[in-house]
Protein backbone atom coordinates (compact mmCIF):
# COMPACT_ATOMS: atom_id res chain seq x y z
CA UNK A 1 0.00 0.00 0.00
CA UNK A 2 1.11 3.02 -1.04
CA UNK A 3 1.88 5.94 1.20
CA UNK A 4 -1.02 9.05 1.28
CA UNK A 5 1.91 11.49 1.13
CA UNK A 6 2.25 10.37 -2.41
CA UNK A 7 -1.05 12.21 -3.51
CA UNK A 8 0.24 15.55 -2.63
CA UNK A 9 3.71 15.27 -4.84
CA UNK A 10 2.36 17.90 -7.15
CA UNK A 11 4.75 20.47 -8.41
CA UNK A 12 4.34 23.72 -11.36
CA UNK A 13 7.22 25.19 -13.61
CA UNK A 14 6.81 28.44 -15.04
CA UNK A 15 9.44 29.23 -18.25
CA UNK A 16 12.52 27.50 -18.24
CA UNK A 17 14.07 29.91 -20.41
CA UNK A 18 13.20 33.09 -18.26
CA UNK A 19 15.77 33.44 -16.00
CA UNK A 20 14.05 36.26 -14.07
CA UNK A 21 10.82 33.78 -12.98
CA UNK A 22 11.53 31.82 -9.78
CA UNK A 23 10.70 27.78 -9.65
CA UNK A 24 7.77 27.38 -8.11
CA UNK A 25 8.23 23.76 -7.13
CA UNK A 26 5.72 21.94 -5.14
CA UNK A 27 7.20 19.68 -1.89
CA UNK A 28 5.34 18.51 0.86
CA UNK A 29 6.29 20.89 3.19
CA UNK A 30 5.20 23.62 0.93
CA UNK A 31 2.00 21.72 0.75
CA UNK A 32 1.54 21.56 4.52
CA UNK A 33 1.98 25.39 5.05
CA UNK A 34 -0.39 26.45 2.52
CA UNK A 35 -3.95 27.10 3.44
CA UNK A 36 -7.43 25.39 2.89
CA UNK A 37 -8.26 28.31 0.41
CA UNK A 38 -5.41 27.83 -1.32
CA UNK A 39 -4.48 25.32 -4.37
CA UNK A 40 -1.10 23.96 -5.49
CA UNK A 41 -1.31 25.36 -8.81
CA UNK A 42 -1.29 28.71 -7.33
CA UNK A 43 1.95 30.73 -7.47
CA UNK A 44 3.45 32.69 -4.69
CA UNK A 45 3.56 36.02 -4.53
CA UNK A 46 7.41 35.79 -2.90
CA UNK A 47 9.87 33.49 -3.79
CA UNK A 48 10.16 30.68 -1.19
CA UNK A 49 13.73 30.58 0.80
CA UNK A 50 15.40 27.69 1.40
CA UNK A 51 16.14 27.41 5.20
CA UNK A 52 18.57 24.77 6.77
CA UNK A 53 15.65 22.83 8.22
CA UNK A 54 14.16 19.29 7.44
CA UNK A 55 11.63 18.31 5.70
CA UNK A 56 8.48 17.24 8.15
CA UNK A 57 7.47 14.37 8.90
CA UNK A 58 4.47 12.22 8.06
CA UNK A 59 2.38 9.97 9.80
CA UNK A 60 4.46 6.45 9.52
CA UNK A 61 8.02 8.52 8.80
CA UNK A 62 8.75 7.06 5.72
CA UNK A 63 8.94 10.29 3.94
CA UNK A 64 12.06 11.21 6.19
CA UNK A 65 13.99 8.49 5.00
CA UNK A 66 13.71 7.92 1.42
CA UNK A 67 15.80 9.39 -1.26
CA UNK A 68 14.79 11.57 -3.93
CA UNK A 69 16.80 9.86 -7.01
CA UNK A 70 14.68 12.44 -9.18
CA UNK A 71 15.80 15.44 -7.47
CA UNK A 72 19.13 14.31 -7.20
CA UNK A 73 19.80 14.55 -11.13
CA UNK A 74 18.43 18.69 -11.46
CA UNK A 75 19.19 19.60 -8.29
CA UNK A 76 19.90 22.89 -8.12
CA UNK A 77 22.93 23.02 -5.71
CA UNK A 78 25.25 20.40 -5.73
CA UNK A 79 27.51 19.11 -2.69
CA UNK A 80 30.16 21.18 -3.92
CA UNK A 81 28.48 24.73 -4.34
CA UNK A 82 26.53 24.21 -1.21
CA UNK A 83 29.67 24.23 0.77
CA UNK A 84 31.48 27.91 -0.12
CA UNK A 85 32.42 30.38 2.42
CA UNK A 86 29.76 29.77 5.04
CA UNK A 87 30.87 25.91 5.03
CA UNK A 88 33.95 26.66 7.69
CA UNK A 89 31.16 27.65 9.92
CA UNK A 90 29.15 24.65 9.83
CA UNK A 91 26.35 26.14 8.21
CA UNK A 92 25.09 26.12 5.10
CA UNK A 93 24.53 29.28 2.67
CA UNK A 94 21.71 30.13 0.76
CA UNK A 95 21.08 28.72 -2.16
CA UNK A 96 20.79 32.03 -4.14
CA UNK A 97 24.17 31.50 -6.77
CA UNK A 98 23.05 29.93 -9.86
CA UNK A 99 19.59 30.16 -11.40
CA UNK A 100 18.24 26.58 -12.78
CA UNK A 101 17.85 28.48 -15.71
CA UNK A 102 21.54 30.03 -16.17
CA UNK A 103 22.81 26.76 -15.72
CA UNK A 104 20.35 24.84 -18.21
CA UNK A 105 21.61 28.02 -20.69
CA UNK A 106 24.61 27.07 -20.99
CA UNK A 107 25.38 23.68 -22.02
CA UNK A 108 28.80 24.25 -24.28
CA UNK A 109 30.20 26.72 -21.62
CA UNK A 110 29.70 29.60 -23.48
CA UNK A 111 28.88 33.04 -21.86
CA UNK A 112 26.42 35.28 -23.09
CA UNK A 113 27.71 38.59 -23.85
CA UNK A 114 26.48 41.52 -21.31
CA UNK A 115 26.66 45.07 -21.45
CA UNK A 116 29.88 45.46 -19.38
CA UNK A 117 31.80 43.03 -21.91
CA UNK A 118 34.05 45.27 -24.07
CA UNK A 119 35.15 45.06 -27.98
CA UNK A 120 37.87 47.66 -27.70
CA UNK A 121 39.97 44.66 -29.43
CA UNK A 122 38.72 45.26 -32.61
CA UNK A 123 39.41 48.38 -32.64
CA UNK A 124 43.10 47.76 -31.69
CA UNK A 125 45.64 49.29 -29.29
CA UNK A 126 45.01 53.02 -28.50
CA UNK A 127 47.91 55.45 -29.02
CA UNK A 128 49.39 56.79 -25.62
CA UNK A 129 49.86 60.43 -26.94
CA UNK A 130 46.40 60.93 -28.05
CA UNK A 131 44.13 63.67 -26.89
CA UNK A 132 41.78 62.93 -23.78
CA UNK A 133 38.87 64.25 -25.31
CA UNK A 134 39.13 61.06 -28.46
CA UNK A 135 39.55 58.49 -25.33
CA UNK A 136 36.52 59.37 -23.55
CA UNK A 137 34.81 58.94 -26.99
CA UNK A 138 33.16 55.35 -27.58
CA UNK A 139 31.37 53.74 -30.64
CA UNK A 140 27.71 53.87 -29.94
CA UNK A 141 26.03 50.67 -29.41
CA UNK A 142 25.07 48.80 -32.31
CA UNK A 143 26.49 51.32 -34.87
CA UNK A 144 28.00 48.15 -36.58
CA UNK A 145 31.17 50.60 -37.50
CA UNK A 146 33.93 49.67 -36.40
CA UNK A 147 36.93 50.48 -38.56
CA UNK A 148 35.84 54.57 -38.55
CA UNK A 149 37.30 55.26 -35.16
CA UNK A 150 40.39 53.45 -35.62
CA UNK A 151 41.50 55.34 -38.92
CA UNK A 152 40.55 58.55 -36.53
CA UNK A 153 43.51 57.54 -34.10
CA UNK A 154 46.46 56.42 -36.90
CA UNK A 155 47.24 59.88 -36.92
CA UNK A 156 50.76 60.11 -35.35
CA UNK A 157 53.54 62.50 -34.57
CA UNK A 158 55.81 61.39 -37.75
CA UNK A 159 52.50 62.21 -39.86
CA UNK A 160 51.94 65.18 -38.89
CA UNK A 161 55.61 66.44 -39.75
CA UNK A 162 55.52 65.04 -42.97
CA UNK A 163 52.16 67.49 -43.88
CA UNK A 164 53.96 70.58 -42.28
CA UNK A 165 56.95 70.09 -44.71
CA UNK A 166 54.87 69.53 -47.45
CA UNK A 167 53.26 72.74 -46.59
CA UNK A 168 56.83 74.38 -45.80
CA UNK A 169 58.02 73.06 -49.73
CA UNK A 170 54.31 74.51 -51.04
CA UNK A 171 54.74 78.03 -49.52
CA UNK A 172 58.66 78.12 -50.78
CA UNK A 173 58.97 80.63 -54.30
CA UNK A 174 60.81 78.66 -57.20
CA UNK A 175 63.65 79.88 -58.05
CA UNK A 176 63.15 82.51 -61.38
CA UNK A 177 65.38 81.93 -64.56
CA UNK A 178 65.97 78.29 -63.72
CA UNK A 179 65.24 75.79 -66.54
CA UNK A 180 63.75 72.55 -65.09
CA UNK A 181 63.93 68.64 -66.11
CA UNK A 182 60.87 68.61 -67.98
CA UNK A 183 61.34 71.60 -70.06
CA UNK A 184 64.60 70.08 -70.96
CA UNK A 185 62.70 67.06 -71.58
CA UNK A 186 60.20 68.41 -73.60
CA UNK A 187 63.13 70.42 -75.93
CA UNK A 188 65.32 67.48 -76.29
CA UNK A 189 61.91 65.22 -77.46
CA UNK A 190 61.19 67.89 -79.79
CA UNK A 191 64.61 68.33 -81.58
CA UNK A 192 64.39 64.49 -81.77
CA UNK A 193 61.10 65.03 -84.14
CA UNK A 194 62.26 67.62 -85.94
CA UNK A 195 65.56 65.07 -86.81
CA UNK A 196 63.71 62.75 -88.06
CA UNK A 197 61.17 64.66 -89.56
CA UNK A 198 64.36 66.13 -91.78
CA UNK A 199 66.06 62.73 -91.97
CA UNK A 200 63.27 61.61 -94.12
CA UNK A 201 62.21 64.47 -96.12
CA UNK A 202 64.48 66.02 -98.73
CA UNK A 203 63.38 69.60 -98.58
CA UNK A 204 60.94 71.91 -95.91
CA UNK A 205 57.66 73.41 -97.26
CA UNK A 206 58.16 76.94 -98.10
CA UNK A 207 56.95 79.33 -100.58
CA UNK A 208 59.29 79.08 -103.42
CA UNK A 209 59.78 82.44 -105.32
CA UNK A 210 61.99 80.78 -107.99
CA UNK A 211 59.95 78.85 -110.37
CA UNK A 212 62.96 76.73 -111.39
CA UNK A 213 62.84 75.07 -107.88
CA UNK A 214 60.43 72.82 -107.01
CA UNK A 215 58.59 72.33 -104.12
CA UNK A 216 58.57 69.11 -102.40
CA UNK A 217 55.21 68.47 -101.55
CA UNK A 218 55.38 65.33 -99.96
CA UNK A 219 55.70 67.02 -96.86
CA UNK A 220 52.24 66.98 -96.03
CA UNK A 221 51.69 63.76 -96.68
CA UNK A 222 54.73 62.63 -93.14
CA UNK A 223 51.59 62.28 -91.15
CA UNK A 224 49.61 59.70 -93.35
CA UNK A 225 51.18 56.42 -93.42
CA UNK A 226 49.22 55.10 -96.76
CA UNK A 227 51.18 57.85 -98.52
CA UNK A 228 54.04 56.45 -97.82
CA UNK A 229 56.38 59.97 -98.26
CA UNK A 230 59.46 58.34 -96.56
CA UNK A 231 59.83 55.68 -99.71
CA UNK A 232 57.88 57.14 -102.80
CA UNK A 233 60.69 58.67 -104.20
CA UNK A 234 62.61 55.52 -104.46
CA UNK A 235 59.30 53.44 -105.09
CA UNK A 236 58.90 55.70 -108.25
CA UNK A 237 62.19 55.59 -109.19
CA UNK A 238 61.86 51.34 -108.94
CA UNK A 239 58.94 52.00 -111.32
CA UNK A 240 60.32 53.44 -113.81
CA UNK A 241 63.67 51.14 -114.43
CA UNK A 242 60.29 48.47 -114.15
CA UNK A 243 58.82 50.22 -116.98
CA UNK A 244 61.39 49.17 -119.69
CA UNK A 245 61.31 45.71 -118.97
CA UNK A 246 57.75 45.10 -119.26
CA UNK A 247 57.47 47.48 -122.83
CA UNK A 248 56.08 45.65 -125.60
CA UNK A 249 58.08 45.28 -128.91
CA UNK A 250 56.61 48.23 -131.05
CA UNK A 251 57.15 46.16 -134.20
CA UNK A 252 56.05 42.92 -133.27
CA UNK A 253 53.27 42.92 -135.70
CA UNK A 254 56.00 42.22 -138.52
CA UNK A 255 56.54 38.99 -137.24
CA UNK A 256 52.65 37.77 -137.06
CA UNK A 257 51.43 36.32 -140.67
CA UNK A 258 47.85 36.95 -140.30
CA UNK A 259 47.29 40.04 -138.07
CA UNK A 260 47.53 43.99 -138.48
CA UNK A 261 47.55 46.41 -136.21
CA UNK A 262 44.04 47.23 -137.40
CA UNK A 263 42.89 44.26 -135.54
CA UNK A 264 44.40 44.92 -132.30
CA UNK A 265 42.88 48.35 -132.17
CA UNK A 266 39.41 46.40 -133.00
CA UNK A 267 40.31 44.14 -130.48
CA UNK A 268 41.22 46.56 -127.68
CA UNK A 269 37.84 48.84 -128.15
CA UNK A 270 35.98 45.54 -127.49
CA UNK A 271 37.99 44.35 -124.72
CA UNK A 272 37.36 48.12 -123.63
CA UNK A 273 33.44 47.60 -124.28
CA UNK A 274 33.79 44.40 -121.92
CA UNK A 275 35.73 46.53 -119.53
CA UNK A 276 32.54 48.91 -119.19
CA UNK A 277 30.09 46.34 -119.05
CA UNK A 278 32.05 44.63 -115.76
CA UNK A 279 32.96 47.93 -114.28
CA UNK A 280 36.42 47.18 -113.45
CA UNK A 281 39.06 49.13 -112.65
CA UNK A 282 40.73 51.03 -114.91
CA UNK A 283 43.91 49.28 -114.11
CA UNK A 284 42.69 46.28 -115.47
CA UNK A 285 42.46 47.52 -118.81
CA UNK A 286 45.88 48.67 -118.86
CA UNK A 287 47.38 45.70 -117.40
CA UNK A 288 44.86 43.44 -120.03
CA UNK A 289 46.58 45.67 -123.10
CA UNK A 290 50.30 45.01 -121.88
CA UNK A 291 49.49 41.38 -121.77
CA UNK A 292 48.20 41.01 -125.06
CA UNK A 293 50.98 43.02 -126.30
CA UNK A 294 53.84 41.22 -124.76
CA UNK A 295 52.39 37.97 -125.87
CA UNK A 296 51.98 39.40 -129.08
CA UNK A 297 56.03 39.88 -129.05
CA UNK A 298 56.87 36.30 -127.72
CA UNK A 299 54.18 34.37 -129.87
CA UNK A 300 52.35 33.96 -133.19
CA UNK A 301 48.72 33.98 -133.25
CA UNK A 302 46.29 33.09 -135.57
CA UNK A 303 44.00 35.16 -136.72
CA UNK A 304 40.93 33.05 -135.17
CA UNK A 305 42.37 33.07 -132.04
CA UNK A 306 43.24 36.66 -131.42
CA UNK A 307 39.47 37.31 -129.55
CA UNK A 308 40.69 34.12 -126.94
CA UNK A 309 44.10 36.29 -126.10
CA UNK A 310 42.15 38.96 -125.40
CA UNK A 311 39.58 37.44 -123.29
CA UNK A 312 42.02 35.47 -121.60
CA UNK A 313 44.45 38.39 -121.26
CA UNK A 314 41.43 40.36 -119.17
CA UNK A 315 40.61 37.08 -117.38
CA UNK A 316 44.40 36.96 -116.45
CA UNK A 317 44.36 40.94 -115.19
CA UNK A 318 40.79 41.07 -113.67
CA UNK A 319 42.53 38.44 -111.50
CA UNK A 320 45.70 40.69 -110.23
CA UNK A 321 43.82 43.95 -110.04
CA UNK A 322 40.08 43.25 -109.31
CA UNK A 323 39.07 42.39 -105.25
CA UNK A 324 36.38 40.26 -107.22
CA UNK A 325 36.98 38.90 -110.36
CA UNK A 326 33.96 37.68 -112.91
CA UNK A 327 33.45 34.66 -113.26
CA UNK A 328 34.98 32.81 -116.53
CA UNK A 329 31.79 31.70 -117.24
CA UNK A 330 30.92 35.73 -118.00
CA UNK A 331 34.04 35.92 -120.19
CA UNK A 332 32.41 33.12 -122.00
CA UNK A 333 29.16 34.71 -122.62
CA UNK A 334 30.69 37.53 -123.61
CA UNK A 335 32.62 36.11 -126.29
CA UNK A 336 29.15 34.52 -127.28
CA UNK A 337 30.47 30.93 -126.10
CA UNK A 338 33.00 31.33 -129.25
CA UNK A 339 35.12 29.25 -126.58
CA UNK A 340 34.90 26.31 -124.18
CA UNK A 341 35.63 27.57 -120.24
CA UNK A 342 38.66 24.54 -120.45
CA UNK A 343 39.56 26.92 -124.06
CA UNK A 344 39.70 29.72 -121.82
CA UNK A 345 41.89 28.22 -118.57
CA UNK A 346 44.17 26.50 -121.20
CA UNK A 347 44.74 29.69 -122.73
CA UNK A 348 45.40 31.04 -119.06
CA UNK A 349 48.44 28.86 -118.36
CA UNK A 350 49.70 29.37 -121.59
CA UNK A 351 49.89 32.77 -121.89
CA UNK A 352 51.34 32.99 -117.95
CA UNK A 353 54.04 30.83 -118.98
CA UNK A 354 54.84 32.84 -121.95
CA UNK A 355 55.22 35.68 -119.58
CA UNK A 356 57.12 34.04 -117.38
CA UNK A 357 54.37 34.54 -114.63
CA UNK A 358 55.63 38.34 -114.88
CA UNK A 359 53.07 40.43 -114.13
CA UNK A 360 54.74 43.98 -112.78
CA UNK A 361 53.83 45.77 -114.98
CA UNK A 362 54.14 49.54 -113.90
CA UNK A 363 50.67 50.57 -114.23
CA UNK A 364 50.57 54.37 -116.39
CA UNK A 365 47.48 55.56 -113.96
CA UNK A 366 49.91 54.86 -110.79
CA UNK A 367 52.09 58.31 -112.62
CA UNK A 368 49.09 59.90 -113.69
CA UNK A 369 48.15 60.43 -109.96
CA UNK A 370 51.32 61.54 -109.07
CA UNK A 371 51.29 63.92 -111.41
CA UNK A 372 48.08 64.80 -109.91
CA UNK A 373 49.46 65.65 -107.08
CA UNK A 374 51.51 68.80 -108.63
CA UNK A 375 47.86 69.90 -110.15
CA UNK A 376 46.24 69.78 -106.60
CA UNK A 377 43.90 66.57 -107.71
CA UNK A 378 42.07 68.68 -109.78
CA UNK A 379 39.06 66.50 -110.75
CA UNK A 380 38.63 67.76 -114.48
CA UNK A 381 41.95 67.54 -115.24
CA UNK A 382 42.64 64.28 -114.41
CA UNK A 383 39.08 62.96 -115.90
CA UNK A 384 40.89 64.03 -119.45
CA UNK A 385 43.88 62.62 -118.35
CA UNK A 386 42.45 59.15 -118.07
CA UNK A 387 40.66 59.69 -121.52
CA UNK A 388 43.99 60.43 -123.22
CA UNK A 389 45.63 58.01 -121.51
CA UNK A 390 43.29 54.99 -123.09
CA UNK A 391 44.56 56.37 -126.51
CA UNK A 392 47.40 54.74 -125.95
CA UNK A 393 45.98 51.61 -125.35
CA UNK A 394 43.74 52.04 -128.75
CA UNK A 395 46.72 53.38 -131.05
CA UNK A 396 50.01 51.43 -131.62
CA UNK A 397 52.19 54.38 -131.80
CA UNK A 398 52.42 54.61 -128.13
CA UNK A 399 53.72 51.03 -127.89
CA UNK A 400 57.24 52.60 -128.35
CA UNK A 401 57.10 55.15 -125.49
CA UNK A 402 56.80 54.21 -121.83
CA UNK A 403 53.70 54.24 -119.80
CA UNK A 404 55.40 57.45 -117.67
CA UNK A 405 55.75 59.51 -120.46
CA UNK A 406 52.51 59.05 -121.71
CA UNK A 407 50.92 59.69 -118.50
CA UNK A 408 53.15 62.94 -118.36
CA UNK A 409 52.11 63.67 -121.99
CA UNK A 410 48.09 63.40 -120.70
CA UNK A 411 48.23 65.25 -118.27
CA UNK A 412 50.21 68.08 -119.97
CA UNK A 413 47.37 68.83 -122.54
CA UNK A 414 44.72 68.40 -119.99
CA UNK A 415 46.16 71.51 -118.70
CA UNK A 416 46.64 72.74 -121.82
CA UNK A 417 42.93 72.26 -122.50
CA UNK A 418 41.40 73.09 -119.51
CA UNK A 419 44.15 76.72 -119.07
CA UNK A 420 45.53 75.49 -115.56
CA UNK A 421 48.78 77.53 -116.28
CA UNK A 422 52.13 76.70 -117.59
CA UNK A 423 54.12 73.66 -117.18
CA UNK A 424 55.97 74.78 -113.91
CA UNK A 425 59.13 73.39 -111.94
CA UNK A 426 56.61 71.54 -109.80
CA UNK A 427 54.86 69.57 -112.15
CA UNK A 428 58.06 68.47 -114.35
CA UNK A 429 59.50 66.98 -111.14
CA UNK A 430 56.61 64.90 -110.25
CA UNK A 431 56.16 63.78 -114.03
CA UNK A 432 59.44 63.77 -114.28
CA UNK A 433 59.21 64.72 -117.86
CA UNK A 434 60.06 68.47 -118.78
CA UNK A 435 57.45 69.98 -121.50
CA UNK A 436 60.37 69.59 -124.35
CA UNK A 437 60.61 65.70 -123.65
CA UNK A 438 56.67 65.48 -123.59
CA UNK A 439 56.06 66.86 -127.48
CA UNK A 440 56.34 63.73 -129.36
CA UNK A 441 53.86 61.82 -127.24
CA UNK A 442 51.77 65.21 -127.43
CA UNK A 443 52.24 65.47 -130.90
CA UNK A 444 50.66 61.92 -131.39
CA UNK A 445 47.62 62.31 -128.73
CA UNK A 446 46.76 65.60 -131.27
CA UNK A 447 47.19 63.56 -134.24
CA UNK A 448 44.67 61.03 -132.97
CA UNK A 449 42.22 63.56 -132.02
CA UNK A 450 42.20 65.78 -134.74
CA UNK A 451 41.30 62.73 -136.91
CA UNK A 452 38.46 60.63 -137.36
CA UNK A 453 36.18 58.64 -134.68
CA UNK A 454 38.49 55.44 -135.01
CA UNK A 455 36.76 53.58 -132.17
CA UNK A 456 33.40 54.21 -131.55
CA UNK A 457 32.98 52.55 -128.04
CA UNK A 458 35.74 54.10 -126.55
CA UNK A 459 34.63 57.26 -128.29
CA UNK A 460 30.70 56.64 -126.64
CA UNK A 461 32.30 55.77 -123.03
CA UNK A 462 33.73 59.26 -122.42
CA UNK A 463 31.14 61.37 -124.40
CA UNK A 464 28.67 60.55 -121.11
CA UNK A 465 28.47 62.56 -118.34
CA UNK A 466 29.78 60.82 -116.07
CA UNK A 467 33.20 61.75 -117.57
CA UNK A 468 32.23 65.18 -118.53
CA UNK A 469 32.33 64.61 -121.99
CA UNK A 470 35.99 64.33 -122.72
CA UNK A 471 35.80 63.25 -125.92
CA UNK A 472 33.83 66.02 -126.82
CA UNK A 473 35.96 68.66 -125.25
CA UNK A 474 39.15 66.94 -126.46
CA UNK A 475 38.04 66.55 -129.68
CA UNK A 476 36.54 69.98 -130.68
CA UNK A 477 40.01 71.52 -129.02
CA UNK A 478 42.22 69.33 -131.13
CA UNK A 479 39.94 70.82 -134.19
CA UNK A 480 40.63 74.41 -133.38
CA UNK A 481 44.14 73.57 -132.45
CA UNK A 482 45.09 71.92 -135.62
CA UNK A 483 43.13 74.56 -137.96
CA UNK A 484 45.49 77.32 -136.23
CA UNK A 485 48.69 75.85 -135.94
CA UNK A 486 48.14 72.58 -138.06
CA UNK A 487 49.86 73.13 -140.93
CA UNK A 488 53.42 72.77 -139.51
CA UNK A 489 52.36 69.93 -137.07
CA UNK A 490 50.61 67.76 -139.81
CA UNK A 491 53.50 68.06 -142.12
CA UNK A 492 56.00 66.90 -139.21
CA UNK A 493 53.82 63.96 -138.57
CA UNK A 494 52.98 62.87 -141.97
CA UNK A 495 55.65 59.93 -142.01
CA UNK A 496 54.75 58.97 -138.58
CA UNK A 497 50.94 58.70 -139.78
CA UNK A 498 49.30 55.09 -139.99
CA UNK A 499 48.78 53.45 -142.76
CA UNK A 500 45.70 51.57 -140.89
CA UNK A 501 44.04 54.60 -140.23
CA UNK A 502 41.53 54.64 -142.95
CA UNK A 503 40.68 51.14 -143.00
CA UNK A 504 40.40 51.24 -139.50
CA UNK A 505 38.10 54.47 -140.49
CA UNK A 506 36.35 52.05 -143.33
CA UNK A 507 35.96 48.67 -140.39
CA UNK A 508 34.32 51.47 -137.61
Known amino acids: MAPPARALRQRTVTNENDENAGTTRMTRAKAAGLGSHESAADVPKKGL?????????????????????????????????????????????????????????????????????????????????TTASSELKRPLSGSGIAGQPAKKRTNTSAG????????????????????????????????????????????????????????????????????????????????????????????????????????????????????????????????????????????????????????????????????????????????????????????????????NYDLSYPNPMNFLRRISKADNYDIQTRTLGKYLLEIGCLDHRFLAHPPSQVAAAAMYLARLVLERGPWDATLAHYAGYTEEEIQPVLKLMINYLSGPVAHEAFFKKYASKKFLKASIVLRKWAKEYVAEFGDALLEEEEDSKPQSLPRSKQLA
Open 160 to 355: SKKEEDLEETENVMPPQNVVTEKEVTQSRTTKTKIAVIEEFVEEPVEVIDDENKPQNLDLEDVDDPLMVSEYVVEIFEYLKELEIATMANPDYMDSQNELEWKMRGILVDWLLEVHTRFRLLPETLFLAVNIIDRFLSAKIVQLDRLQLVGVTAMFIASKYEEVLSPHVQNFRHVADDGFTEDEILSAERFVLAAL
Open 49 to 129: QVKKSTATLGANGAAATRKRAALGDVSNVTKSDALGAGAKDGKKPLVTKIGAVSKASQPTKVQKLSRNASTHSILGTKDKK
